[in-house]
């Protein structure tokens, strides 16, 4: 029932109304947290405030420091919606199309597959470009530490036949991002990160959300990434900047919880591109644009929400956000959690009663 394909989503929080109030309540978000060996940072949020937020566990297994809430994690395919939150500005701006197709955004790129394959369809995952960065990876494992450009990475790994008629069906593939980068690029004329910092970043203050860069393991805000904490075995690699729409931007808690308030609760974006967000394309994969749609059953009804999961190398993710009460539940953990258990707990805490 919980996994990428059947997310849930919730309702959670507010102010605790007394101090034995709060020490029950917190008793109870903790030993939801507890019962499933979560090592990471928990925080709940209602309008883009925090309610509740602990750090669980060790950010770095070999030295021993224990976690922070202010730890910075790779937040994975939590990076798709953001870039979607960009896009649709562009849009908005005049600056991008939904409906433009490959070919006629990427100078130079093959017009029998390019030319039936458009932005909206990379942003729903249904586009049918096939995945030959993995296989390309397998081969040559340098490729994660390449420089190359997102135009270049478009014609190395996303050229070949359609694997589908366009729109036809879902496949997660990481490709369909690397042609989000370079279109992007391409209709801007700016680097794709610097894009996301004006249109998203910046505006809601996000100041701990950014691209991960090659060294992003050695800084000391760093949460390490393991397969295995006892002993310690590290699992993170370098990425490469053009697959940073795919799921390479890192961040906090506390920037994840402002980007869903400021995303959903605020003007940045229009009624119309926030309902864009929120169409769901792929019904069996409660899929929208950059992420996930779903409804959950609380005690006081069920409701809609948000539903972003993240998961790369030892990273796992979930930003949940429930639209009609702006309640968010923001989960980062770094000890390759099975991402059915992430959204397991997420579910959990929204069901919990800490209002």
């Known amino acids: 029932m919980f996994n990428r394909r059947t997310v849930l989503a919730g309702a959670a929080a507010a102010a605790f109304a007394s101090p034995i ?60 919606w953001l870039t979607v939150v960009a896009i649709l500005q562009l849009v908005e701006q005049g600056v991008m199309n939904l409906e433009v197709s490959v070919a006629d955004s990427v100078p130079g790129f093959r017009k029998d597959a390019g030319g039936r394959v458009t932005l909206r369809q990379l942003l729903s995952n249904t586009s049918g470009i096939p995945n030959l960065y993995g296989p390309a990876v397998d081969a040559d494992p340098g490729l994660k530490r390449s420089t190359m450009s997102a135009a270049d990475a478009a014609f190395a790994f996303c050229s070949g036949d359609l694997i589908f008629e366009p729109g036809a069906r879902f ?11 370079a279109m992007v690029e391409a209709a801007t004329g700016k680097p794709f990160e610097r894009v996301v910092d004006d249109l998203v970043t910046t505006p809601l203050r996000l100041s701990d959300t950014d691209v991960a860069k090659l060294d992003f393991g050695e800084r000391p805000d760093t949460a390490k990434a393991y397969s295995s904490v006892s002993p310690p075995v590290l699992k993170m690699s370098a990425r490469p900047a053009f697959l940073a729409a795919a799921g390479g931007f890192c961040s906090t808690a506390n920037d994840l919880l402002s980007a869903a308030s400021g995303v959903f609760d605020s003007p940045l974006l229009t009624p119309e591109s926030r309902g864009e967000m929120l169409k769901i394309t792929t019904p069996e994969q409660h899929y929208a644009m950059g ?12 409701h809609l929400a948000a539903w972003e999961t993240g998961r790369t190398e030892g990273y796992r993710s979930v930003l949940a956000h429930v639209l009609d009460e702006h309640r968010t539940v923001v989960l980062l953990n770094n000890t390759d959690l099975s991402q059915q258990v992430m959204d397991r707990i997420a579910l959990r805490l929204l069901q919990a009663d800490w209002a």
Not at 171 to 181: E, G, K, R
Not at 291 to 302: K, M, N, S
């Open 21 to 80: 109030q709060a020490l029950t309540e917190t008793s109870r978000i903790e030993g939801i947290v507890s019962e499933f060996g979560f090592n990471g940072v928990v925080l709940l949020g209602e309008n883009g405030h925090p309610n509740f937020q602990k750090a669980y566990g060790v950010a770095d297994a070999e030295t021993g420091r224990a976690a922070s809430p202010q730890d910075r994690y790779i937040i994975a395919s939590i990076s798709k």
């Open 291 to 302: 992420g996930r749609v779903a409804r959950i059953a609380t005690a006081d009804g069920t």
């Open 171 to 181: 496949d997660y593939a990481i490709t369909n991002w690397i042609l989000v980068v």
